[in-house]
Nanobody, 112 residues
């Protein structure tokens, strides 16, 4: 059973925007913290942002000021709004939920 389903990735030009969505099962969504990680080719998976059940957020340095994480409790969905995208943002983005649930990943490619 797939409990985290990402959508919204794709190809975008430098400076553009994308909004990723992660539809979660209510069971996982209600556990609390949810977030986004990413993994570029040849690199380790890294944190992008996390959001708690009460809306508390944590961002990696590269995401601050450009990315915004949010959650919609009515839809059990977590979003990642990404603005001012750079080529180095190119990666597979993964939705994460407590304690160790992962989505299948979605490709984001930023072309220069």
């Amino acid at each position: 059973q797939v409990e985290l389903v990402e959508s919204g990735g794709g190809l975008v030009q430098v400076g553009g925007s994308l909004r990723l969505s992660c539809a979660a099962s209510a069971r996982i969504f209600n556990l609390g913290d949810m977030g986004w990680f990413r993994q570029a080719a040849g690199k380790q998976r890294e944190l992008v942002a996390i959001i708690g059940a009460g809306g508390r957020t944590i961002y990696s340095e590269f995401a601050k000021g450009r990315f915004t994480i949010s959650r919609d409790s009515a839809k059990s969905t977590v979003f990642l709004q990404m603005n001012s995208l750079k080529p180095e943002d190119t990666a597979v983005y993964y939705c994460w939920g407590l304690p160790e649930y992962w989505g299948q990943g979605i490709q984001v490619t930023v072309s220069s």
